[in-house]
């Protein structure tokens, strides 16, 4: 706010309360000036009157008291001539003297003035009385006539001179009289005017102050009054002046310049107030303020919406008790909250929680089913601001995320998470109990090709299956989880050891090799269980997941469909592979591989027309280790590429030196087609060695075409267009080998030599076999039995009318310098038993 303004003050001759207090002091001047007036009038009134008193009282008494003396004077000396007595003539002579002496007592107070010559007159009268009191005590009585005559002459004298001094007092009397009546006079002439020059001189200087005093104040008076109604514009008017009102003035323009800036002050105010307003009711989450009385201070429109509050009740000053009892009434209160009973979870509540003056966040689960997340704010001073979000689709979002972190959602039941989880507390419970646990680690055998032939809903549909397998297989206190993949724990509570996990394992593996319906298909897997003793086999989760996975992985090595418990020998297993891996990537280095071919017979002309070529590693500790053995570890060591270029390449050369009808077979990976450009490498090699392309026989197992993407088929028709024979190796190992037919045209079928083994023993497989025959001959492709060891079973496939056989019977794998031999000892052979 602004405070003082610097003015340019013009000289005013007096202040307002000078000119008041000379207003006062004239009329009290006047006021004084009279009254002195009168007073001095008053005064010396008195004073003639006191005069006249004195003059009345005292010096006529004593011309009277004279005149008397005088009288009983005269009569004692007119007595005397007649007296004969001397004594009374004595006497009255004593009574003379007494009166005269009174008399001249008398004198001084009346010898002023007129009777100045009293005293005179006096003596000769004593002096003639004297005398004629003489002559009569000499009993002259003649002479004593003559001398009262005498005697009264001087009386007579004296008699006038009192009488002359009575007409002088009296005239004095008159005098002092009119004088008085003067004053009076005079007084009323000065009291006249006295109080018509004060008239003259207030009246008109009275009038004239105040009228300008008044015409300011009025000035005044309109500004403030415009001021209060808001009206800045009003010009603040006499701030010139160096007077009172020109201070009064001076303030109220200051004034003027507060309510400016109090104005825009609250101008601002207002628009923040708007904006402010604005912001809150476009606040995603709803805002509610109350105070220490637990009144609405302030909401927003969110929160009436929220709770679906009518507009008075979004007042301010609103109860809060008004709203909540609205809430529960119309079904948006608190879930459990009645009109008599507090409701949980409310702000009076958690008093102590607001009292420490924390942030409180709170869910309230709402009557309509909704959840709306409160957060209080205690307020100093008492009361709360609280802000309200409904949080319903982000609990059902985190509960659904929760159940992601904790369920697979295929099979909806635990997954790796909270499997992990499981077992650490699973520890824990050993930890306090001293019962142990196992845990079963389940592979799926064959799920991947399942998955690949079928699809994934299918896939999936199995996966959900085997989770309610495995859920009814185990006890209550058992737990099941998905670990991914086609990987499946559980963990069996209450195991000492492995005479409580066996009969699980085993009802684990055959409740999961039973056949599955998906839909109409009919599907059959199995499983592979490694099965670990916990704290036997593992004291922690890590060790228990790590050997249980060298169980599992020993199960799957040992043929699948089985179990296998852990023990510390399966480490060594497993360092076996270790090292062989290690000797692997060793041998890659060196030039340790090395083919050996094994012929091929063609039944109907009883030539051998292909020898398929078989890696050969010879170790120098572990002596030839067999492609079966070190193949799968090429591939998951990524080696197979290289491997399979160089078998290809020492084939091909090979091969180019052998007489014009006999191919060579050479086996590829899946890998190989997965991994670098497999057409390019055959054609390079091919170009490389010279070996014609339709002397190159290639052969895929089924895995190969399990991914089904096009571009293994396009490499294939590419192969296959450049005159290289494709076969179908492995055939019927796989469950729907047949569905491979559809996706590629082979020109071969390899029968696996699993069918051709148990020829004698299982009339399915002759069925089996004639039906591979039978179908392969309709699709135009040839067929090839594998593993045709005995006459017998060159008989039962010769019969079943496969067109090739491979096998011990024929020839074993030779060396490339032994092929020769093996080819003429196999051509004999089959001259031998067409014969
Ligand atoms: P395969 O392609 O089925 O090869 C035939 C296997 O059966 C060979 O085993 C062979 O020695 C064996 N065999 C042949 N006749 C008989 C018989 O009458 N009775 C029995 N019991 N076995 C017979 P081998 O050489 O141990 O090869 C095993 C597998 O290793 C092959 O099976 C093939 O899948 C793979 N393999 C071998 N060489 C290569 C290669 O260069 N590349 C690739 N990718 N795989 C290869
Ligand atoms: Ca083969
Ligand atoms: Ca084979």
Redesign the pocket.
């Known amino acids: 706010m602004k405070t003082t303004e610097c003015f340019h003050l013009p000289v005013m001759p007096l202040k307002i309360a000078a000119r008041l207090y000379i207003l006062a002091g004239l009329a009290l001047a006047t006021v004084v000036l009279l009254s002195t007036a009168a007073l001095h009038f008053v005064t010396r009134t008195g004073e003639d009157v006191r005069d006249i008193r004195k003059l009345v009282q005292v010096e006529l008494s004593q011309v009277y008291d004279m005149e008397l003396l005088l009288e009983r004077h005269r009569r004692i000396v007119e007595s005397a001539p007649v007296e004969l007595d001397r004594e009374r003539i004595a006497h009255l002579r004593d009574r003379a003297r007494d009166v005269i002496e009174d008399m001249y007592g008398n004198v001084p107070k009346i010898a002023s003035g007129p009777g100045a010559a009293l005293g005179e007159t006096l003596a000769e009268l004593t002096t003639q009385g004297e005398r004629a009191l003489d002559l009569a005590a000499e009993f002259a009585q003649e002479e004593a006539i003559k001398q009262v005559a005498a005697y009264s002459a001087v009386a007579r004298k004296i008699q006038t001179e009192i009488a002359s001094t009575k007409i002088e007092h009296m005239s004095r009397f008159e005098r002092d009289l009119k004088r008085l009546a003067a004053s009076g006079n005079e007084l009323t002439r000065w009291v006249e005017v006295g109080t018509l020059v004060a008239l003259l001189l207030i009246g008109p200087f009275s009038l004239l102050v105040t009228g300008q005093i008044v015409r300011r104040l009025k000035r005044m008076t309109q500004t403030m009054l415009r001021l209060a109604e808001h009206d800045t514009s009003v010009h603040v008017s006499g701030t010139r002046f160096r007077d009172e009102l020109g201070d009064m003035a001076r303030a109220l323009s200051v004034f003027k310049a507060n309510a400016i800036e109090l104005l825009s002050q609250q101008r601002e105010i207002q628009t923040l107030n708007r904006r402010f307003k604005f912001a809150l009711d476009n606040m995603s989450r709803g805002l509610s303020m109350f105070d220490s009385e637990r009144r609405l201070i302030v909401c927003n429109a969110r929160y009436g919406e929220l709770y679906g509050l009518p507009e008075h009740l979004l007042v301010p000053g609103t109860p809060f008790s008004d709203i909540r009892r609205w809430r529960i009434s119309n079904g948006t209160g608190v879930a459990g909250d009645t009109i008599d009973g507090p409701g949980k979870g409310w702000p009076f509540e958690s008093r102590a929680l607001i009292d420490r003056g924390e942030m409180i966040p709170l869910a309230h689960d709402l009557e309509d089913g909704r959840i709306i997340q409160v957060s209080f704010q205690p307020l100093d001073g008492g009361g709360w601001v609280a802000l309200h979000e409904d949080a319903t689709e982000e609990r059902r979002q985190d509960a659904r995320i929760e159940r992601l972190a904790h369920f697979d959602s295929v099979t909806n039941i635990a997954n790796r998470y909270f499997f992990k989880e499981r077992l650490d507390s699973a520890f824990g419970d050993v930890a306090k109990s001293e019962i142990g646990f196992a845990v079963h680690w389940i592979d799926l055998d064959r799920f991947k090709e399942v998955n690949d032939t079928f699809g994934h809903p299918t896939g999936d549909a199995l996966l959900q299956q085997v989770a309610a397998r495995l859920n009814n297989a185990v006890r209550a206190d058992d737990f099941v989880a998905r670990l991914g993949g086609d990987e499946f724990a559980v963990i069996q509570t209450g195991v000492q050891g492995n005479a409580e996990t066996e009969p699980l394992a085993l009802r684990l593996i055959r409740v999961l090799s039973e056949p599955y319906m998906i839909g109409a298909l009919r599907i059959e897997i199995g499983a592979s269980v490694g099965v670990v003793v916990a704290p036997l086999q593992g004291e922690t989760a890590e060790d228990l997941i790590r050997n249980a996975d060298i169980a599992l992985y020993q199960a799957k090595a040992s043929g699948r469909g089985c179990h296998v418990n852990f023990e510390p020998a399966l480490i060594e297993d497993l360092k076996a592979r270790r090292s062989l891996e290690a000797d692997l990537l060793e041998a890659l280095r060196g030039e340790v591989f090395d ?2 071919y ?1 012929p091929i017979l063609d039944l109907s002309s009883g030539t051998v027309t292909v020898c ?5 590693w010879k170790h120098p500790v572990r002596g030839f280790v ?3 053995v070190f ?1 799968p570890v090429a ?1 998951e060591m990524g080696a ?1 590429c290289e ?2 270029e160089f ?2 390449r020492r ?1 091909c050369t090979d091969a180019a030196h052998w007489p014009d009808g006999i191919k060579v077979a ?4 899946a890998v ?1 087609f997965a991994e670098g450009d497999l057409y390019q490498t055959v054609l390079a090699v091919l170009a490389e060695t010279g070996l014609a392309p339709h002397r190159l026989e290639l ?1 895929i ?1 089924e895995t190969v075409l399990m991914r089904d993407d096009a571009a293994t088929i396009q490499t294939l028709v590419r192969l296959r267009d450049l005159g290289i024979t494709i076969a179908l ?2 055939f019927g190992t796989g469950f729907s080998s047949l569905n491979y037919l559809r996706r590629f045209p082979f020109d071969k079928i ?1 029968i ?2 699993s069918f ?2 148990d020829l004698p023993s299982r009339t399915e497989c002759v069925a089996i076999v004639r039906a591979i025959a039978d179908l392969a001959k309709t699709l135009g492709m040839r067929t090839v039995a ?4 005995t006459n017998d ?1 060159l008989q039962r496939v010769a019969s079943a009318g496969c067109d090739a056989v ?5 020839s ?2 030779v060396a490339r310098e032994a092929l020769a031999g093996a080819i003429a000892n196999a051509c004999g052979r089959a001259h031998a038993v067409a014969a």
């Open positions: 083919l050996h094994q398929e070529a078989l890696m050969r067999s492609p079966a193949i591939e197979i491997l399979g078998a290809l084939a050479v086996n590829l990976s190989q052969e197992t190796d492995d390899k696996d030599q051709i083994r594998e593993g045709v060891e079973h491979q096998g011990y019977l024929i074993r794998p």
